[in-house]
């Protein structure tokens, strides 16, 4: 446990430029505060008990502003970048080197039984506000933009953006009629993009209407 700890306050270092100390991380991240209570929750709930370890978890949230359901199993170096209103379900299966930003959620979508909750594999990065709900899989490098909504699977090395969220980078390129480069600050928006298509098509059929007049 304590070499999982230790690739999390790695992986703070590495992915936020803000990390100027080791105390200044220990004793105000909230997103390794919420971490280390799941991990001291996590072997808890698997040997039994629920109430001692889903009382850790409220108290973390309490805390943090951030809730991990203490069944969730969640790989080292996972990093949450401030994390207010983060919420992950109880069958959320998380990879190594995953990357979650305030507001993600990944919860179910009903009152299913069994796996309810997201999978996310490695090197995953979720912005903020993004919804990834169900028992979907997300694969290994996918990037989620910023207030998507996941319903589906993920193929490996995707970028996913928009309500319902839609692929438009695969493999490093743009899927087609999908937008522009990825950023987490520079991602394709979809209604501005409908509002695009239906400029084009109301000039259009303004330019029949035009001709129909003239004849």
Request: positive net charge; proline residues 4%; charged residues 25%.
């Amino acid at each position: 446990m304590f070499k999982t700890m230790k690739a999390d306050i790695k992986a703070v270092f590495e992915r936020d430029p803000a990390a100027n100390s080791i105390f200044e991380v220990l004793l105000t991240y909230a997103g390794l505060h919420a971490l280390i209570l799941h991990r001291l929750a996590h072997p808890l709930y698997n040997i039994g008990l629920r109430i001692i370890p889903r009382v850790i978890s409220q108290i973390s949230r309490f805390i943090t502003g951030i809730e991990i359901h203490p069944g969730a199993k969640i790989g080292s170096g996972f990093f949450i970048d401030h994390g207010m209103g983060v919420v992950i379900g109880e069958t959320t299966e998380i990879g190594e080197n995953v990357t979650v930003y305030q507001g993600v959620t990944l919860g179910g979508t009903g009152k299913e039984v069994g796996k309810r909750h997201p999978t996310l594999k490695d090197n995953v990065m979720v912005s903020a506000g993004a919804k990834v709900l169900g028992s979907i899989t997300l694969g290994e490098n996918v990037r989620v933009g910023a207030g998507a909504v996941v319903l589906k699977d993920v193929p490996d090395n995707c970028t996913v953006v928009g309500i319902p969220g839609r692929v438009v980078i695969k493999d490093g390129k743009k899927v087609k009629n999908q937008g522009i480069d990825l950023d987490h600050g520079d991602l394709p928006d979809p209604v501005q993009e409908m509002l695009k298509c239906m400029n084009k098509r109301i000039r259009v059929l303004e330019n029949e209407n035009n001709k129909l007049k003239e004849e």
